[in-house]
């Protein structure tokens, strides 16, 4: 029999030519064999039958030209039918239709998308991050999207001496987002390579008692917004609404009345025409106007723009488990104001909280007993969604390690997860390097402190791929030695790059010298809620579990979209229960608990949000808290019917398991709310618009 000679090239739809790859025949033939057989044996067997037939005429086909894509699949589809394998055959031709369904709709969309992401991916790419020409159209595709960043990022390596060179780093960094194995926070993807150049997310600003101090926090805010960064304030040195105003002898209008503006301000800023900017507000627990401050969000669609979040402390913690009274301060004078009942603060709060989710708490002292730099002051603010306590000015960059991709044959892969984390400690590191900063007193202290915040995401596909439900001590165990695994190889990777670049500035006022321990970084992990970064990587959110199994998304122009978690499509198939008639009820009840015919095992794995008891949720939290150096955000989700004292049992347990913050949703308590499901009464949703939904954008939590 004369030796095959394979093309060397294919002609893909867009004209372009690319390397001929056997294996993508032989996949594809497999994957189609076992969604009609369903065993995994047999399917290799048909496979490699047929894949030797088709090759045999791909080679006569090309002998004169690479062959187009096109060209090639009908060859396969015959190869199906002549080997007697028509039902084999039939499915393989239903996901030719399906793909291209897909490529008009990503063609109507005006996208280009050269790694077959999903289409709400495309989606949210086209939104937030894929750059625009002047009359805004689309002139990238996402690899080179990640090339563009790969090769900006990568340009610090020259200004050091290491064994990696600026080619090296490049590849390297463009292979782990292209594999969606890592990916950095969203200025960086928005940013990185443009004019623009701004590339954290998290800010903090101070907000001086003066009317200088406030509107100069004002325009700051509005340039960090405009380079699509957040920000977060503390209130507490504003003195309190009635105080006198010496100048004027006139009346101080207080903290709130001033977020006022903060918050309409950001309300007319669009980051980059991508997004609206986010604010956190923070008022101290002893401040005269704190009880105006707690109920600042009672009334629907005031402080839209702001999380809300009270920083108490230990002293007052203690108060209210005994009752006590506790003294209100005047930050301008440093004079009691009054005395009042801990506990009446602390149940407006809880009341807050049940009632609208605002406002979360900031434990403030567990938050500076971890202050890695306290010779430099007290952190009194964090980014908008609480995952980073920063001091004033101080700015961080974040990246997220996908879960979901360090498995291997149901088992952590802790190999590929050191190595990830490696490169990605490496990667923030240089875009502190390459970043424009927004304000000269930003860049002063970031790159003296280098702080940086290296995360995780699809921690609950990781927990599905290793049979660990979330909802079990098991999971709770998991998440506590993995995070501390990640925390000793990233401090490791920032030592491995402290030896080459030299530590931190203001390294000896930290407290790593104390341990003569030498980094580069004053911070290295963070726990954020990622975001349309975890859409993009198709992985749950952070550290959240799943939302729903099966939802209809709403994507451009009203399009809905169902969508169903790729792991348990890949499982349903295996066990014969992926039905048109199951995936229905699913996505009425967005949970797999209470619908008859799923094999109980199933059930047990795939547990969403709603599956878990909240001391679940906040016990996974403070795992994960136990080895983060910043905080882990979180959201603590509560079913409609939770009372006030469930919220108030929460809090009270989020500061003795020393987590640094906590934040609760309780379902329902918001109208506009991007997640829906179910009828009013609990009960499954009959019609198709009712059944569950989510916005183009959430991802979770």
Not at 276 to 286: H, P, T, V
């Amino acid at each position: 029999m004369p030796k095959l000679v394979l093309p060397r090239k294919i002609k893909k739809r867009d004209g372009s030519v690319v390397p001929f790859e056997k294996e993508k025949i032989r996949y594809a033939v497999e994957r189609a064999a076992f969604e009609v057989l369903q065993d995994r044996l047999r399917s290799i067997a048909v496979s490699e039958t047929v894949t030797d037939a088709v090759l045999a005429d791909v080679s006569r086909l090309s002998r004169k030209a690479p062959p187009g894509v096109e060209a090639v699949q009908d060859l396969v589809e015959q190869g199906l039918m002549k080997a007697g394998y028509g039902p084999i055959a039939r499915a393989y031709i239903l996901y030719r239709e399906r793909r291209a369904e897909m490529r008009q709709a990503k063609a109507a969309l005006g996208l280009r998308d050269d790694l077959k992401f999903p289409i709400n991916a495309m989606e949210v790419l086209k939104k937030r991050y894929l750059i625009k020409d002047d009359e805004r159209s689309i002139v990238e595709t996402p690899g080179e999207l990640f090339r563009r960043v790969a090769r900006h990022v990568a340009g610090a390596e020259k200004r050091f001496r290491s064994a990696v060179s600026a080619t090296e780093a490049e590849e390297t960094f463009y292979d782990m987002m292209r594999e969606l194995a890592f990916l950095p926070n969203s200025p960086t993807l928005m940013n990185a390579g443009t004019a623009l150049g701004q590339l954290s997310a998290c800010f903090v600003l101070p907000v001086d008692d003066s009317i200088d101090g406030i509107f100069g926090a004002l325009r700051h805010m509005a340039k960090i917004h405009q380079s699509g960064g957040g920000t977060g304030f503390s209130f507490s040195h504003l003195r309190p609404k009635g105080d006198l105003v010496k100048t004027t002898k006139g009346e101080a209008s207080g903290p709130v009345s001033f977020m006022s503006i903060f918050d309409a301000a950001t309300g007319v800023i669009v980051q980059g025409g991508r997004r609206r900017g986010a604010n956190m507000g923070i008022l101290s627990c002893d401040h005269p106007d704190i009880m105006e401050f707690i109920e600042a969000k009672i009334d629907r669609g005031r402080f839209a723009n702001f999380n809300l979040s009270v920083a108490v402390t230990d002293r007052f913690m203690d108060a209210v488990r005994r009752n006590g009274s506790f003294d209100l301060v005047n930050p301008r004078t440093g004079k009691k104001d009054r005395t009042v009942r801990a506990r009446t603060i602390f149940d407006l709060i809880v009341y807050g909280a049940w009632r609208t989710g605002d406002p979360g708490l900031i434990f403030a002292d567990t938050v500076n007993r971890r202050n890695p730099t306290p010779a430099l002051g007290r952190i009194e603010a964090t980014n908008p969604c609480g995952e980073l306590p920063l001091l004033s000015y101080e700015s961080c960059n974040l990246g997220s390690v996908n879960l979901a991709r360090m498995v291997k044959d149901g088992r952590p892969d802790w190999e590929r997860m050191a190595d990830t984390i490696r490169w990605g400690v490496r990667f923030l590191d240089d875009v502190i390097e390459v970043n424009n900063f927004p304000l000269p007193e930003i860049r002063e202290i970031t790159r003296a402190n280098r702080k940086i915040g290296l995360g995780v995401m699809g921690f609950a596909d990781m927990l599905i791929r290793l049979g660990t439900p979330y909802n079990t001590p098991e999971a709770e165990r998991f998440a506590r030695k993995l995070m501390d695994f990640i925390r000793r190889e990233s401090l490791k990777a920032s030592a491995v790059l402290a030896a080459e670049r030299g530590v931190f500035p203001n390294y000896d006022q930290s407290i790593f010298a104390r341990r003569n321990l030498p980094v580069r970084n004053a911070t290295v992990n963070t726990v954020a809620p990622t975001g349309t970064i975890s859409i993009i990587a198709g992985c749950s959110s952070g550290i959240e579990p799943l939302f729903a199994i099966s939802f209809v998304r709403n994507v451009l122009s009203g399009t809905r979209l169902f969508e169903i978690n790729p792991i348990f499509e890949k499982v349903a198939r295996a066990r014969g229960i992926y039905k048109r008639e199951i995936l229905a009820e699913i996505a009425r009840w967005g949970t797999l608990q209470k619908i008859r015919g799923i094999p109980r095992d199933i059930k047990r794995v795939f547990v969403t949000a709603f599956d878990v008891e909240p001391e679940q949720h906040l016990r996974i939290q403070a795992a994960f808290q136990e080895h983060c150096d910043n905080s882990v955000s979180k959201t603590i989700n509560l079913p409609t019917e939770s009372t006030i004292d469930d919220v108030r049992n929460i809090y009270l347990a989020a500061h003795r398991l020393k987590c640094k913050g906590i934040t609760i949703y309780r379902y329902g308590s918001r109208a506009e709310q991007v997640l829906s499901f179910r009828g009013a009464d609990g009960g499954p949703v009959i019609l198709e618009e009712d059944l569950v939904a989510a916005d183009s954008e959430f991802a979770g939590g």
